[in-house]
């Protein structure tokens, strides 16, 4: 299932799941990949980004926008460029959509779907993403 998000519209990560049909296990949960920062679901990725904020599992990127349309990322920090999603998430197949916060509690807002525009071959990868139209 795919869903048509709002741009600039806050979600909170439950109704993202919600609305892309993740489903849940007999107790009414998810867990796993899906309380991390990104995860491929059906044929879509979900980027779900902290900016200028630690993230809950004490992580410290620096991630940020670089203006209206650009925000540059830090993948997990195991992320290697041999990685097979993180090849995926530079040569997509598919559609990223991208959510981020500014405050560690808040909802997730709607950044639009992106690309990868460049990249930083480090530990952790990071990577620069613009908005697009469509991919």
């Keep these: 299932m795919t869903a048509n998000f709002q741009l600039n519209k806050k979600y909170k990560r439950s109704d993202v799941l919600d609305l892309i049909g993740v489903p849940k ?3 009414g949960h998810r867990g796993g ?3 991390t920062g ?7 990725y ?3 980004v902290n900016i200028g904020i630690e993230g809950r599992t004490g992580h410290d990127y620096d991630n940020k926008f670089l203006s209206d349309d650009e925000i ?3 993948a997990k920090s195991n992320a290697k460029m041999g990685q097979s999603q993180i090849q995926e998430l530079l040569n997509p197949k598919t559609s990223i959509n991208l959510f981020y ?19 930083q ?3 952790p990868v990071q990577i620069t993403w613009r908005i697009v139209d469509d991919i």
């Excluded at 990104?38 to 879509?44: D, G, M, R, S």
């Design 38 to 44: 990104y995860f491929k679901f059906e044929n879509a």
């Design 121 to 123: 071959d480090m530990k």
């Design 46 to 48: 979900y980027l779900f």
């Design 25 to 27: 296990d007999e107790n």
């Design 33 to 35: 990949v899906y309380t």
């Design 72 to 74: 540059y990322w830090f």
């Design 101 to 119: 916060r500014e405050a560690n509690r808040d909802d997730f807002t709607y950044f639009g779907k992106v690309k990868a525009i460049s990249y």
